[in-house]
């Protein structure tokens, strides 16, 4: 059975950084393709990052420069690095993961995903 279990939301100040984690479990790591997504209140889920599972990554416009989604395949673990946060970023921050090679940053792909933890910027 995957598992994905979130960690590392918190409060912080516009221009700060968090380091996300997420732990994998239940499925062959390297198989999968992974993902990390967010949804403020009332907007649809967005994706924001994404790793394939060669570990080759991609990035939303709105992050490039500022996130970084490193991959630990020995601890099973993926990470959301984020920096120079922005009050616009307040979310629910999720991960996901999904059977292949070449991650999408579209949710509607991802049939396994953590409970979120929640990221809050204040200017």
């Known amino acids: 059975q995957v598992q994905l279990v979130e960690s590392g939301g918190g409060s912080v100040q516009a221009g700060g950084s968090l380091r996300l984690s997420c732990a994998a479990s239940g499925y062959t790591y390297s198989s999968y393709y992974m993902g990390w997504f967010r949804q403020a209140p009332g907007k649809e889920r967005e994706g924001v990052a994404t790793v394939n599972s060669d570990g080759s990554t991609s990035y939303a416009d709105s992050v490039k420069g500022r996130f970084t989604i490193p991959k630990d395949n020995a601890k099973n673990t993926l990470y959301l690095q984020m920096n120079s946060l922005k009050p616009e970023e307040t979310a629910m921050y999720y991960c996901?993961?999904?059977?292949?090679?070449?991650?999408?940053?579209?949710?509607?792909?991802?049939?396994?995903w953590g409970q979120g933890t929640q990221v809050t910027v204040s200017s």
């Open positions: 996901a993961a999904e059977p292949g090679i070449i991650a999408t940053m579209y949710h509607f792909e991802y049939n396994h």
